[in-house]
């Protein structure tokens, strides 16, 4: 249970959001079990005066029935405005802390992890904590103050029927709960894990069905939906016949609990130990009573899905960074150059390193191209630079100033990547745009359009910047939505550009047009470009040509032409 305590200690901001639902929850109550009481007793002793021809203050009990009836009434629906306020808050905050967390974490340590995965934990396993406040915590509370509340008030008239009515809702509130915790622990906790491999199949079916289709596995992976879908829903009416045996168990000890009241209070009345009216309030009062318990055996049944969903969060938010801040203030770089010394690097697990020894001068102001085949340690050698992973061994120095003095966020202030995989938010282009630069006014976006030379189709849409890209830019082609990437470079204005193979994948006259597009993003710019493409190797200073994590042979690309083994050993298109 040390997940609910963790969960109790992020609601710390809420608690006063809490403590008023929680109160008024148990106005509403009181008030329903005070207009069942007082309405039994009335009406009992309306009954009796007129039949014994005696007069009776009725104004007051009317009174009282009128004031619980508005009480119930507004007491429940202030009881639902705070707590689902309470909720929202809560879930709103749990998402920021989340992703707070998440970001140190990536790209490294959330390479186990699927998107669709990830993106159900924040979403769906966020939600799921609602149910710790709402049909947990809240009803937990208000039966314990109630109940004991309530075996106080029939004490006040008989002991032997407030014993009852307390066994019957410890019957109700704890061994019915308890007995459901116990039945829903293994569906509670599959039904999450459920309704995460749904959600990441269907994920991967939507954003993978152009590859489903191409190789023949569209049917396999619906099969595997349904499968999925089939054992969601088993889950689903496992947690369901819980649920209606739970609310039998609690009607039937309220049954009990009343024909118990009656078989006591009879012989009383009949003694005239106990007036009539008051075993009729007596016995509309116990009825009434097991409104306090009736939400525990569901939220006791719900509690395995609740704290598998705070585990699987915690799981993530508890691993350790792979590279953290230094705590002093980042260094200002004396210049915009970088430097390498016998970089070492290799992924867990991994039987080789990814880099190797390797060394690497890049002035202010340079241009130099890494070419190599997959796996030479291009990309990794990216990640270091922007200290997504540490070095095990070497340095890397950045103006003079060694990388690992830099806060990330300072950092990446320096540079900027334009990568293949272009990832455009599913909002408008001007927003996608602004993520460089929030503050940057309409002339200036329009500007770094017009550089990147995707201005004037904007221009031509119906909506111009405010047409909405879709999800990952799915409305754009890739081309498109690359010089829209180059125009936010343009926007963030860093010295360093990092180039990921940014023409990979178009065809020639959208990579003439991208290349046009960069040469004026790489002007004044210290340029390092990762690449594939002969064509994009003319205006380099230098090109590295890595294998295995080593620079094998480096030169002009007009000196390394000269090799025949050139084209073969770089793995490049054309030449």
Not at 21 to 39: E, K, R
Not at 207 to 235: K, P, T
Not at 310 to 321: I, M, Q, Y
Request: proline share 5%; hydrophobic share 50%.
């Amino acid at each position: 249970m040390n997940e609910l305590l963790r969960l109790w200690h992020l609601f710390r901001p809420y608690r006063t959001w809490m403590l008023g639902g929680f109160v008024l929850a148990l106005v509403t109550l009181l008030a329903n079990v005070t207009l069942m009481a007082v309405s039994g007793w009335f009406i009992t002793a309306m009954a009796m005066a007129g039949a014994a021809g005696v007069a009776m203050n009725y104004f007051t009990p009317a009174a009282l029935i009128r004031g619980s009836a508005i009480a119930r009434t507004a007491g429940r629906y202030f009881e639902r405005l705070i707590s689902h306020e309470a909720t929202l808050r809560q879930l709103a905050g749990l998402r920021v802390w989340f992703y707070r967390h998440l970001e140190p974490l990536a790209p490294a340590r959330l390479q186990q992890y699927h998107s669709a995965d990830l993106l159900s934990r924040i979403r769906a396993d966020v939600d799921a904590l609602d149910h710790f406040y709402t049909r947990v915590l809240v009803p937990m509370l208000v039966a314990i103050v109630a109940g004991i509340g309530f075996f106080v008030f029939t004490a006040l008239f008989d002991l032997g029927i407030a014993l009852l009515l307390l066994a019957m809702l410890l019957l109700a509130g704890v061994g019915l709960p308890l007995l459901t915790r116990r039945l829903g622990k293994k569906p509670g906790r599959r039904l999450v894990e459920a309704e995460s491999e749904l959600r990441r199949l269907a994920v991967d079916g939507t954003q993978g069905l152009s590859e489903l289709l191409v190789y023949g596995a569209a049917d396999a992976h619906a099969r595997r939906l349904d499968d999925a879908s089939r054992g969601l829903i088993e889950q689903q009416q496992a947690m369901s016949r819980i649920e209606g045996l739970s609310l039998a168990g609690v009607m039937l000890c309220a049954q009990l609990a009343l024909f118990g009241v009656l078989w006591i209070g009879v012989p009383l009345v009949q003694s005239d130990v106990l007036p009539p009216q008051q075993l009729a309030m007596l016995a509309l009062f116990s009825l009434a009573a097991f409104e306090a318990v009736a939400p525990l055996p569901l939220a006791f049944q719900h509690i395995e899905r609740t704290l598998t969903a705070a585990r699987r969060l915690f799981a993530v938010v508890d691993a350790k960074p792979e590279v953290t801040d230094p705590p002093t203030p980042s260094p200002v770089p004396a210049h915009n150059g970088l430097e390498l010394r016998g970089l070492v690097f290799a992924y867990p697990g991994a039987e080789r390193p990814a880099l190797d020894g390797l060394d690497l001068d890049l002035p202010e102001g340079g241009r130099v191209a890494i070419v190599g085949t997959t796996g030479s340690g291009k990309t990794t050698l990216f990640n270091l630079l922007l200290r997504f992973w540490a070095p095990v061994a070497g340095d890397i120095r950045l103006g003079g100033e060694p990388l690992s003095a830099f806060r990330g966020e300072d950092l990446r202030r320096h540079m900027t990547l334009v990568s293949q995989h272009t990832h455009l938010f599913d909002a408008s282009i001007r927003e996608n745009l602004l993520i460089a630069a929030p503050d940057a006014p309409q002339a200036k976006l329009e500007q770094a359009c017009r550089t990147a030379q995707i201005h004037d189709f904007i221009a031509a849409l119906p909506d111009g910047y405010e047409t909405w890209a879709g999800e990952t830019g799915v409305r754009l082609s890739g081309g498109q939505a690359r010089r829209i990437a180059i125009a936010r470079a343009l926007l963030r204005d860093a010295p360093i550009l990092l180039l990921d193979e940014p023409t990979e994948g178009l065809d020639a006259a959208t990579e003439r047009a991208l290349m046009d597009a960069l040469k004026v993003l790489m002007a004044g710019r210290t340029v390092l470009m990762i690449t594939h493409r002969a064509a994009t190797l003319a205006d380099m200073d230098r090109i590295l040509v890595l294998r295995q994590g080593r620079i094998v042979e480096q030169g002009t690309h007009r000196e390394l032409l000269a090799a025949e083994h050139y084209p073969r050993l770089l793995g490049l298109d054309a030449v």
